[in-house]
Structures are given as C-alpha cells and as structure tokens.
C-alpha cells in the first residue's frame, strides 16, 4: 500500500530555512495532487501548499513569500521549503495526497523546533 | 488567513447523533462544494472522513455524512460510539486555489 515518510531536521535556529522532505513509497507520486500541513503544539491543523506531480504549485496567502514547494518524480518525493523560520513556525509538519478536495492519505507527521 | 468557523465542543450520549457546523463566507465553503472533514485521535495524523461535501472514502462508516447549504457546512455522526471521541476539522478550498482549515472541534462521548 502507499505510505508517505517525512524527513528533515527537528531542529532549526531562527532565520534558518526549513526543508522538509516527503518519500511516497508502494505508489507513484505521478498523477496525483501532494500537499503539506502543519500543526502548531496544542493547536489546530493549518494548511501550508500543495503541488501537482507536474510542478504546479499554490501556497497560503500568510506563507506565500516564505514558502515553496518541489517535486523529484524520479525520486518518488516532494519537498517543502520555509525560510526565515521563527519560533511561530514550530510545529508537527504533515505532508499528504490529495483525494479531490480532500487529504486522504498522510505522513506520520515530523516535529520541528525552532528554537535559539 | 482566517480559519473557518466550528464550535469548540460537541458532546453526546453513545447511539446519538451529533451535528459539527463550518461556517466560512461565499469565498470558501458557499463557493464550491469541495468541503472535507477530518478526524484526529491526539498524537495521530488526522484522517479524512469525508470529502467534497458528502463523499465517504473507501472503509469510513456511514455513521458519518456530510452537507452543505450556503456559507456553512456540516458534520453529522449518527449512533456515536466512544471511538468516535476526538478532534474533528474541517477543510474547503478558497478563492485564490487555496485551502483554509476550521478551528477544530472537540467532540466527546458522555
């Protein structure tokens, strides 16, 4: 079955940049919609980007001059990159694939600290 | 971006059924009918339980169904059962080909 692997730093400095990087494995990462969510410790599910196996790509408004997202289909992996982290931007990071408009098929989720 | 709009809390006895509301505006939820629900356990990744407004995935009850009318969208989870104790969210896209999550409702089972 097709199982998502976050992999990536746990911890980052302020101002450092973010890359995350998510392995689709028993599947291909073609033809489908792939995205990123993260949560914040105690809080509520946020949503980040997503990407089209193509390289078509959309980010949060919030997010959008910090934010960018890649795909290697030779890989079979789609990759997320913040800059500029700060203490705010702690928090589980998700990435998923798209059924329609909904995620239905998840990561188990990596937590990054940010932290001086 | 501001998070669509869901009630803190939820609760119900085991065999009723309980109702989630999302309200967002006609720039998300009243704009298209693609409305998701997801349920998370604590320490777990969510899962989806329902996508474009009423649509089940493969092996999700049927206890669960979804609606829409206007700017709010709605969870309905019949004969409630404790596993269904946990956090729920909604999800619709938005103008701009972006989504925005709701602010998560806790739904216990008395």
């Known amino acids: 079955q097709v199982q998502l692997q976050e992999s990536g730093p746990g911890l980052l400095m302020p101002s450092e940049t973010l890359s995350l990087t998510c392995t689709v494995s028993?599947?291909?990462?073609?033809?489908?919609?792939w995205g990123w969510v993260r949560q914040p410790p105690g809080k509520g599910l946020e949503w980040i980007a997503y990407?089209?196996?193509?390289?078509?790509?959309n980010y949060d408004p919030s997010l959008i001059s910090r934010v960018a997202m890649s795909v290697d289909t030779s890989r079979n992996q789609f990759s997320l990159e913040l800059s500029s982290v700060t203490a705010a931007d702690t928090a589980v990071y998700f990435c998923?694939?798209?059924?329609?408009?909904?995620?239905?098929?998840w990561g188990q989720g990596i937590l990054v600290h940010v932290s001086s | 971006q501001s998070a669509l709009t869901q009630p803190a809390s939820v609760s119900g006895s085991p065999g009723q059924s309980i109702t989630i509301s999302c309200t967002g505006t006609?720039?998300?939820?009243?704009?298209?009918?693609?409305v998701s629900w997801y349920q998370q356990h604590p320490g777990t990744a969510p899962k989806l339980m329902i996508y474009?407004?009423?649509n089940r995935p493969s092996g999700v009850s049927n206890r669960f169904s979804g609606s829409k009318s206007g700017n709010t969208a709605s969870l309905t989870i019949s004969g409630l059962q404790a596993e269904d104790e946990a956090e729920y969210y909604c999800?619709?896209?938005?103008?701009?080909?972006?989504?925005?999550f709701g602010s998560g409702t806790k739904v216990t089972v008395l």
């Open positions: 006609s720039s998300d939820i009243g704009g298209y009918f693609l």
């Open positions: 998923a694939r798209y059924l329609s408009s909904g995620l239905d098929l």
């Open positions: 028993g599947g291909s990462i073609s033809g489908h919609y």
């Open positions: 999800t619709s896209k938005r103008s701009g080909d972006t989504y925005v």
């Open positions: 474009d407004v009423s």
């Open positions: 990407i089209y196996y193509s390289g078509k790509s």
